[in-house]
């Protein structure tokens, strides 16, 4: 079995061991443990069954995470997109007044389409055109994402009506022990302690439940009996009104995944040395089919998640990190009490860690060169403050062009970031 899984997945070339995969995996799927609890509370506000879509979420993030890992060999883990389930409880459903079965078919119709991008030549030719100063800004954008959903999930940082944003009481419980947490992972990593992620946060996760602060609400249990498999209204989402939904849908899922490869890979140094993604055909299918799955299931768009860079860090190198983080998913429908007793500062801890490592691409920028540095400041910057990847990525392709273009060094921009600006300028103007 060793051997195989070693020639399998190419583990040995790629420098690492089955030991570190599991290890990398597990760490991934502590990471994203929240999605479980998270997307059923977003979802059920449109009158789904909250079991229903906690079903779905597991299996979806199964299925996509097994087979980003068997086919296209990356060590990154899939599951329900946040920002994606808001979009498809407050702008599709409630605030379009539709049913959830029709935005399903909508994003069952999306995900079809990204299939077919996914196939065509088209696919390479946009983002391997990517310039690197992007890719370094998309990755240190994700690192900068990371770093604000980890604050405002440990309650370090929150909503401010005066100011947008401040400090909460850093004095309380939640704050204190997710940056107790950080410090840990990051005195074990200084130390080369193996699993520093894993101690960090089930150490913070131990004391939370020893002084009461978070309930442990058990092992097992077995999974909910509702279901909302084949629920889906195909034609109802066929409709002239559906027309943006569908192509926002498409738009969000396309750049997310792209920003998130691009960004977890640089990172990762899986990059070949045109500074191009290997096998990206073979991910982006793999993205593009897990959301048709996961429409089919009963769940909003299913994307490659930016909380594998935490598992990159553990030191995944290979889809079977992400095959074991699948897995997971898969025996979470049987210890969903287990993972819900993981508290949001505790995985906070690691994601701060993770977003401290992904934000050191900003020294691999030309700092010399302005029409490089700006757009992909910009556009990293504008990642975590429209809490979205695909609208930072779409500023910072518009920032590209257009100051390549005014500076006189037009010929400097490949074809594809003019394309791709072009379509986010139509997006942000009609969509």
């Known amino acids: 079995m060793q051997n195989w899984l070693n020639d399998f997945f190419k583990i040995r070339q790629n420098n690492s061991s089955i030991q570190t995969e599991v290890i990398a995996g597990v760490t991934t799927f502590l990471a994203m443990a929240y999605i479980t609890v998270v997307n059923p509370s977003i979802l059920s506000q449109t009158g789904m069954d909250f079991g229903a879509v906690f079903v779905a ?174 629920e889906l209204d195909i034609a109802g989402a066929l409709n002239v009104s559906m027309l943006t939904v569908i192509l926002t849908l498409l738009l969000i899922d396309v750049f997310d995944t792209a920003g998130t490869l691009v960004g977890v890979a640089t990172r990762a140094d899986m990059l070949d040395e045109n500074g191009k993604l290997p096998r990206l055909g073979k991910a982006l299918l793999a993205d593009s089919s897990a959301t048709t799955v996961g429409a089919l299931l009963g769940t909003s768009s299913t994307t490659s998640y930016v909380e594998s860079a935490a598992g990159v860090e553990a030191g995944g190198r290979t889809g079977l990190s ?5 897995c997971l998913f898969l025996l979470c429908l049987f210890i969903s009490p287990l993972a819900q007793s993981i508290p949001s500062f505790a995985t906070g801890a690691a994601l701060l860690f993770v977003a401290c490592l992904m934000i050191r691409s900003f020294a691999d920028l030309d700092w010399d060169d302005i029409t490089e540095t700006a757009p992909a400041i910009v556009g990293a910057v504008s990642i975590p403050l429209s809490y979205s990847i695909a609208d930072g990525i779409g500023i910072g392709f518009i920032a590209y062009a257009l100051i390549k273009l005014l500076a006189g060094r037009a010929a400097e921009c490949p074809a594809a970031v003019y394309v791709i600006a072009v379509v986010f300028a139509l997006k942000f103007g009609f969509l």
């Open 322 to 326: 992400a095959v074991v983080t699948g």
């Open 57 to 230: 979420t597991c299996i979806a993030a199964a299925v996509g995470s097994i087979i980003m890992g068997m086919y296209a060999n990356y060590p990154i883990a899939l599951a329900p997109g946040m920002g994606q389930n808001a979009f498809f409880a407050f702008g599709i459903c409630i605030g379009m007044g539709n049913s959830w079965q029709v935005a399903l078919g909508a994003v069952f119709i999306s995900g079809v389409l990204f299939i077919i991008i996914s196939i065509l030549p088209i696919r390479e030719w946009l983002i391997n055109s990517i310039p690197r100063s992007l890719k370094l800004g998309m990755a240190a954008g994700i690192g900068l994402f990371l770093a604000i959903i980890a604050l405002t999930g440990g309650k370090v940082v929150v909503d401010n009506p005066a100011t947008l944003v401040s400090f909460g009481n850093l004095a309380s419980a939640g704050p204190m022990l997710m940056m107790l947490g950080f410090v840990i992972i990051a005195a074990l990593t200084a130390r080369k302690v193996s699993g520093a992620v894993i101690i960090g946060v089930l150490s913070v996760t131990i004391v939370a439940w020893l002084i009461g602060l978070t309930e442990f609400k058990g092992l097992v249990s077995m999974p909910p009996s509702a279901s909302a498999l084949l």
